[in-house]
Every structure is written in C-alpha cells, then in structure tokens.
C-alpha cells in the first residue's frame, strides 16, 4: 500500500542496471511501468530453434503490377519469406551485423518492443552485432544522427508505452537527393540492415529506398514493420498494424466509462470524436467494444453519399425514437476524419479554398454568391461557429484546416437546430444537451497491451532475421494470431506486392493503399447487424482498464478475431 | 484470445441468476466487468464477528458549536461510535430492520458497492429484513419511489462502477414541507433506518433530516456515508471520501499517456483541465501520481491573491525557461475551479452581471465604461472568445455561467498572446502550440479500484451496523487505511461534529465546510518540495492503467497516504 513514485528521481523499480540509463535517466517509474520491464515475452515457437528461411511464390503487386515492376525493376516479383525452424542449429554467432532502426510518424503502443526484437535477435543469433537506432524519424537517417542502442541503453523501455527511446519525424526520403544523404549515411555506418518502423507511407518510402540502395549497390537491406494506431495498414500476410490494439483499449476504457455514467445521470449524450483521419477501423472497434448508441462510419457515409444533412438527421431520429421510450441520454461515437468523407464537405472547401485565395471576404457576405448553389446551401446549414472556422483557420498555404474543425461540437449543434425545429412541429419536446468529447493523445502513447507487447517484439525478432538472411523490400509479417503466441506464423511480405499505382501530377507514384473499412467485412457486418438495436436498447458494455495481468489480460481485439474468421 | 461481448444481449460471464436481473438485464458485461462480480471483499477483522458498539467521548461541532446545538438540538454533542468485536456471539439474527438507501449527486466509483455492503450485513446480522434503495436520489425519499433491493438485484452491480443501480439525484430535502413528505414515506415503509450516500451537502440534509425524525418521533434512524470524486468531504475521523481514489487514478493514466505521447512528440503543451470545482484535490494528487511541468492549485493562487496575469505569467515564464533547455512541450494541470479562486475574476463577474441584467451590450463597447477600471483592464486582458462567452452564456438567472468557461482553452490563448509580446521583445523565439484536455465524465463512473471496492463494501457494512445499533445522525466511518484491510478501524462520526454555520439571508445555516486543500499539509508540501524540479526536468510519471490484479493492484494514491504519514 506504500505510495510509489514521489520520491524524485529515484530510479526504477525493476532495478536497471543503476546510473546506466541514458535514455530515461531522469524519468521515474511508476509501479505498473516498473513491473512492466521484467515481464518475459513469449516468442513464437519458429523463432525460438534454429531459423531457416523459406521463400514463397513469386508475388505481384495490389493494382497495376506494369507500372510497379517498371518502379521497382530490383525488387519487383520477388517472393513472400517464411521463418521455419531450421533442420539443423546453425553456428551463426559469429556474424557480425550492423543494423539501424527508425520510427517514423505518429506514436503507436510497442514500438519500443519492436526495437528490443532487433536487438535480442541479434544478441541471440549474432556476435557482436551493433544496432543504431536514428533520431527523430527519418531525418536521422539522412542527418546521420543516430545512438548506438546497447543493452541498457534499451532496458529502461521494454514493453513501455511512447517513441521516446529514439523518438520519431514526420520527414520523408523520397527525392534523388534525400535517397543519397540516406545511402551516405547506409555507407558510413557500414550498415547491412534497416529496420522502418511505420505506416502505409512509410513503408512505401522504405520500398524505394531499398530499391534505391540495391540499383546502386549499396548493401543495406530495408525492412518494414507495420505501425500505426489508425488500423488502416494491414493486408492477408499482415493481420494488423500494431499499436491498434492498445488504443482502442484505451479509447474504449473512456467510452464504457462515460456510457456508465450517461446511463446513470440520464440526460446527457456523449458525442466522442475518436482518431482515424483515413479510416474509421478505431471508430468501429470501439463500437464493438461498447455497443454505442449511434456509431457514424466514414466509409458507409461515402459509399452511401450521405450528405452532412443526413447524417445530422440519422443522429436526431434516433435521439427523438429514444426520447420516446424515456431514454434523454446516449453515447455517439465519430470518427475524426467523417467530413473528408462526406462529398459535398468536400466540395465546399475546395470552393472556399478558390475563394479565399483570391477574393475578399465582405461582411455583407456578397462573395457567397460565388459559392456554387449546393455549396451556399451547405454553407448556410453549418453552425455559425463552424463557417467562421471555415473562414479563418487557414494553413500556411491559404487552406482551410479541415483537421482543427471539432466534428463532434458541429454535430452537436447541428443536432441542437434540427431538434428545435422538431419541437416546434411538436415531434420532440425532450431536453438534449451534448458533450462533446475527443480521445486521441490519451490513446497513442500508453503502455502497450500483451497483445501488442507480445506482436511486436515478434515484429521485431522476425525483422532482424530477415535483415539476417540477406532479405530486402519486405515487410515483417506475423499471422496466425488468434493461436497462442506460440503458434504464430513469422516471414516478410514482399512491400511491392502491397502497392498499386497514384497517378501525381502526371506521374506513377507506388502507393500501399489505406486498408479502409471493408463494408462486406465481417467487423463492420457484425457491428450493422446490432446497431440497430444498440440504438434503442442500452446494451453498454465497459471493458474497463487494460489488464496485464488476471483473467482479462489476454482478451484480444474484435477487429482482428472477427477478421480472422470467430463467429460474433 | 476469444473477443467477448459482442453477442448482444448474452449475460454476463460471472453466472448471474439467469432470468433475474432486472437493473441491468439489458446490459452485456466486459470480461473484467463479469470478473469483478464474484470477487469476494476483505471485511475489517472488526466486522468480521460479533460485533459491539462503544461510545466515544461527546463530540462538539467543528466551529460555533452554541448555534449548531441550537440547530440540532436533539443531536448535538452525542457521541461517537466505535464498532469493536464483541464479547460474546449474539442472537441477533431475528431482528427484521427496514432500511432504505439513497444515492445522492454526482456519480463516484464504488457507490453499488456500499449499497452491498448494507445489504450483506443485514443478510448476514439480521433476518427478514428488507433494504429499499430510493430512486433517482432524494427526489426519490420525498416521492416515495423505490425498489426493494434483493440479492439477485444487487448482484450484477457487485464491484461495478456507475450508479444505475438506482441512480442518483440532485435535489435536496431541506424545507419543512420536504421533511413532512420524507417523514411520510419513512412511516409508509416502517424505515428503521436511511443511509444517505453523498457529499458534504448530502450529509449535512442527511443530519438535518436525522434531527428532523428524531424531533418528530420518527423512529427512522439516518446515517451518512462519505462520496465524492473531489475527495473535499474528509476529516480526522474519515480520512477519505470514495471515488477520490479511483477517478484520480483514471485520470492519472490519460496524463500519464499525454506525457508520454509530449516527450515522443516534442511539440506540443498539453493544458489538462481536471474535475475539482471547489477544491483541487484531484488535480494535486495527479501532479503527485504523474510530475507534470506546471500545477496549478486553486487554494494557492487565492491564499497569494494572484491575478490572472499572475497565473499567465508563471505557466508563460516556465514555458520560456524550458525552451532555453530546448523543451518545447510540457503538460501543465488545472483544477476546473480555477477562476473561482481569483478574486479579481470574481470580482469581474459580479459586476458583469450587474451590468447584464440592467443595461444594453452595445457594439461600441460604452457599456465598459460601467466596469470598474481594474474589471475593465481584466475584460480587455481576457482573449476575445472569453470575452463573447461571459457576454453571451448566461443561465436561466441571467448570470455568466463560469462553469462553461474552458479555462484550460482560455489559458492557451493567454500564453500565446504573452509569448507574442516575449517574442516581440526578443527574449523567446522558438514554436509554441497548445493542445486543450478536460478530463472528467470519464473519472466518475470507472469500475472502482481495490482500494474504493474495499472501502464502500466497509463503510456499507458499517452503515448497517450502524443503524442496527439504534444510532442516528452519525456518518459512517472507516480509517487506519494505510494498514491492511483487516486492520481497518470502524465506526460512526457524529455529523454535528463536522459542521459550522454560514450567515445566509439573515440566518444561521448548518454546513459541512469543504476539506480544501490544506497548504500545510503533508500532500501539498511534498508537490511544492518538487516541482521546481518537475518544471525544469522531465520527470514524468506514466501510472497506466488501473490494474485489479498483479503486483500493482493495491498501491494507494498519495494524498492519502501522505495524510496518513507515510514519507514522501
């Protein structure tokens, strides 16, 4: 019962390896971080043995294999690699290896595992191997900054949530001259491997970077690892992206908790903006978590070409049905990136955006007439606040900034005006009063799941053995994850077999497409079949805190066990 | 690995009666809800058998105790109870008590919990005895709607957060007529005793009504228990309320996120406001839990008299100072009340409303002339959007309604604008951008720790001892806390001997003073001890999430044990 943690600077409690950790040196551990970092990760059981690889067949690409093979003329074609355990132990410790790792974009849960798989690969497969891990994402490959991660270097984050060890960058390697600062760097760290720790975009950069480096011989190898908290980077070899499953853990601890306390004030609904700027896969698996009332899906509003005038009616029909049977309160989870998927938002904003950079905005409003008439007529319906975000918040280029617009304060109000005029017809004579909630930072950095722990320190191990086995242009791929760890299947997936083609101003760009919620899917299926009825009963559900330990601990996410084929 | 709870309508895991849950049938359990509901609690060794009540010397009032004898006369200056193990077994089994139980205002974890508590006792003490729960709050005494609480009720709401067992109300019982209606349910239903769940103006009716009954030869005795997430209802004898606990450790783990995700970033101010009107309990105990760059604790800005300048200019100096040591990012708390501690806002405010309810806003501004020219310099001081809030959010009265304010939002701007003026004179120069959070709907419902399961089941317990022993006007009381849960001592605190009065309309008004925080005190000292360092350094803590079992399960939140003398 001791309070834990106020003593400043007092080091952690699993005890490191005292006055040798540079990277958390200042930090202090909580009592659950702490018991964190001794916690021993099972492997699955190809890794464990002697590892052999096997190739698969010869791959293609996900949309226009010609214009990819003419991208990628080094790696296109080049078979799938499976981790088998090896016919015989092999005496491979004497190889030395050099291999550098980069995190690259936003924050997912485990990253820091993956990062400790490289590393214990190499301490148990090689002899004095040296793992570099870049600074600040990509920038650092092509900077040359990096550390050189050691066992205590690594120690204080093992199985701790946040991309603080080498942190990450937004920055991309992409022209002629960032492939060379990244080859100078390759050259100078005599590196045979690099390991990309990212999402679609940058495992696509990490694809032409290894192209890159073998057209002009230079040796490093470039492996993927899919990462991001979004969902949308998964495909049949690769089940999911990791950092998903924390999350939405996270974000559905909050939506049990305010649907509780909906349940029990009775008169509050809850709009709950959650993050998925592409795809609402969190959207969804919080949903399936909770049994919100209303649940909107960007990909169903797109494919279904749902105004904005729709989607504020679904919302306030079902408000006005609960209201009936006694019900002046519920849960409404939205996905950030809704308007981008509404055709008419996006209309507008391209208009507004022609407007804005050439035109004077009077106060009469006379440069509304400018607006095309659907557009005026969107335009009116948004909420006051809404037009003056539209109006004022502008990026550097002149833009409108769709990100800042607070979607669920807009639904809110847009909800508010179409029930006063209910009232006034007499089909609704209830009070509404919204609160509006956004879960997104809380859910990118907290302490991974044995779900994602586990995940990803395979992810990692197994990229170290491809780097080992001399592959290139793959993505580190683990399956079969609804079996026991131990079960798990482990290779790499070609990343030329993940992509199609863009075509950017007047280019072929190879692009590995957001994997979007699959209306036909089974997650979004079984959601549909039940919507309705969480609609009207209140069938909430609170998962309540991750658990790293108990009965719970290892309860998976729907997404994936839904996906990989468990009946609902 | 199997996801749970999708299957709509399925029962919970923990084998409820089948066919029998009437409060919750609709709902579908998590895996760790359904893991909590058989959970069997630790009782105080005390409660554990035969139980005898031992008085304690006559207790006084916390301040004017001739006008609260006056107020009370038929309970003042009674004794305290103390609850130790009886001599000899008892037959008590054949006493049949009625005994209605109420839950009032806001929602804190562990409520259901108490509400077993006294129903285990009369189950396991007395036989034949019935326990009615009120609903909706006190609303529910004086209308007499209730439900008898049963064992396959209260089952399902066994460890649970929420109050939907029988939800709670705001209103109050105060006035004779409201006496009179209340009396006449505690006669309708033959009451032998009410427990009344709730803050400081709970207890303080729930006194009320006890020397009302008494007065009245109402036989129903009135016992308070102490709740509240704010954890301002607390004294020698009830070192803590429920809820404190489990809400600042929910808190606790999305700060800890935060700072996680700020140092991964390295780019963002995150402003956390934190629930806490009245008094910034929880916002100190999450510095305590979590080290953040800034605190801001209400009861120290209005002890130093500071102005909002004052608060501008301390987050604003720390910002710079951190951004000479290359920290562009930082987490800084405020407790939801702060405005209510600066006079000068205060002061503002009632001149605003002053000035709203009598005169005409015109555009031109005249109407500022109205304001004193320290409240002018403070409106012209405010950013724009404050500014058009306390001008334009008014309630029902026609007051500014100072709880929509979104200081943490109005802090950003305040920041933003001082840095521009440092920027201006050359002595900052580098990028700030502000991310707003308020936490709060999400702390009040959380399925309850340990710590608060335990602690509501005794003081529950205790409740219903209480009143079995004839005792009336007294709140139930657990402590030792820091020991062992067997350990716990058990009693009852005479309510009187918590109150003072207040001067309102001319008259003397009983009230329960707030626990605010105390500057002296040990929880306090120890944060101001530190966070000179925590500003400068990163001494983030990451708390995660509240764990129910494993090495974590039981560590206690440090206000607490500070106050019960553990060293820092």
New interface residues.
Partial sequence: ?????????RAAPGNPPSGSIPGRL????????G??LDVSLPLPSVLRNSIDVVDGPPSSAAGNPGEIAKLFPNLFGQPSAILVTGSEAKAALDENLRIGVVLSGG?APGGHNVISGIFDYLKDRTKGSTLYGFKGGPAGIMNCKYVELTKDFIYPYRN?????MI??GRDKIETSEQFKQAAETAVKLNLDGLVVIGGDDSNTNACLLAENFRGNNVKTRVIGCPKTIDGDLKCKEVPTSFGFDTACK?YA??I??????A????K?Y?FVRLMGRAASHITLECA??T?PNITIIGEEVASKKDTLKNVTDYITNIICKRAELGYNYGVILIPEGLIDFIPEVQQLIAELNEILAHDVVDEAGMWKKKLRSQSQQLFEFLPEAIQEQLLLERDPHGNVQVAKIETEKMLIQMVETELETRRKTGSYNKQFKG?S?FFG???????PSNFDSNYCYALGYAAGALVHSGKTGLISSVGNL???VAEWTVGGTALTSLMDVERRHGKFKPVIKKAMVELEGAPFK?FAS?RD??AI????????????????A?????TL??ELG?Q?
């Fill in positions: 019962m001791a309070p834990s943690g106020i003593n400043n600077g200042a930090s202090v551990y909580s009592e659950l971080q018991s964190r924050q701790q949530g946040g991309f603080d942190c990450s996270i601890e909050m049990g908790n305010v649907m509780m306390d349940r029990s004030t009775g509050y809850h399936l978590q049994h609160q909630h930072y809380e859910g990118r950095c907290g302490l609804g079996a026991p079984t039940l009825e969480w009963e209140n069938r909430y559900v609170s998962p309540g805190p991750l658990q790293f330990s108990g009965p719970t290892n309860v998976s996410n729907h066990m839904l468990a609902a």
